[in-house]
């Protein structure tokens, strides 16, 4: 079982439409919960992070923890064809075999169709 | 300004030849990581180092050597005993609970 859950899509909405991406995760030990955007060929860049359950909101970005479910997700509202890239959700703590790291899910590909 | 440089861009490798692959930061952070990009498989965790003169194999080390002599360099090695080495490279380095990544280098085996 893979310790960060992530559905790859590829994920395609018409502009204005709201977003949802999810990830699960397996090991309780984890505590803070990061959301990179990678533009193609580009490096993943931080687009928001939370630490507590709940939800935490920058802009039209909103990103939502429930720990007692291992469930982390990130809302777009009001899609811009400018957000069309690959979501990263990424988890920090203890891994399964020891080590503090950063763990990543596989990404989702999202297309914002003008 | 403060970031990650990652060169080249672009690379070619022939059938049994060895690349090192450039990674220099400038944030002042400890540790830095090498991540192979593939598509529809993520992020995959090649070598990470905490601290000068340390490193230590990720998931896929197999094929791949490292070196940590200086603070702000990081370099890569893909070595002729990795078989599918055409992927895109990424590197980070870690301040506090996040990184930050460089633009990547992407690798071809012609």
């Known amino acids: 079982q893979k310790e960060v859950e992530q559905d790859p899509g590829p994920l395609s909405v018409p502009e204005g439409a709201i977003v949802s991406l999810n990830c699960t995760y397996s090991?309780?030990?984890?505590?803070?919960f990061m959301w990179y955007r990678q533009y193609s060929r580009k490096g993943p860049e931080l687009l928001m992070y939370?630490?507590?359950?709940g939800n935490k909101e920058d802009g039209r970005f909103t990103a939502q923890v429930d720990k007692s479910s291992k469930y982390i997700s990130l809302f777009i509202r009001d899609s811009q064809p400018s957000d069309s890239a690959t979501y990263l959700c990424?988890?920090?703590?203890?891994?399964?075999?020891?080590?503090?790291?950063?763990?990543f899910g596989q990404g989702t590909r999202l297309t914002i169709n003008p | 300004d403060g970031g990650i440089t990652q060169s080249p861009k672009y690379l070619f490798r022939k059938e049994g030849q060895n690349v090192t692959l450039s990674c220099e930061q400038n944030?002042?952070?400890?540790?830095m990581y090498w991540y192979r990009q593939d598509p529809g498989q993520g992020l995959r965790l090649i070598y990470y180092?905490?601290?000068?003169?340390?490193?230590q194999k990720g998931d896929i080390a197999e094929g791949y050597s490292v070196s940590r002599e200086k603070k702000e360099s990081f370099p890569l090695t893909v070595t002729s005993a990795q078989k599918n080495p055409t992927a895109f490279y990424l590197c980070?380095?870690?301040?506090?609970?996040?990184?930050?990544f460089g633009s990547g280098t992407r690798l071809t085996v012609v």
């Open positions: 990424a988890i920090w703590g203890l891994s399964l075999q020891g080590a503090q790291k950063l763990v």
């Open positions: 090991n309780s030990a984890f505590q803070y």
């Open positions: 939370t630490y507590s359950s």
């Open positions: 944030l002042n952070h400890d540790a």
């Open positions: 180092s905490q601290i000068v003169n340390d490193f």
């Open positions: 980070a380095s870690q301040g506090g609970y996040g990184y930050t």
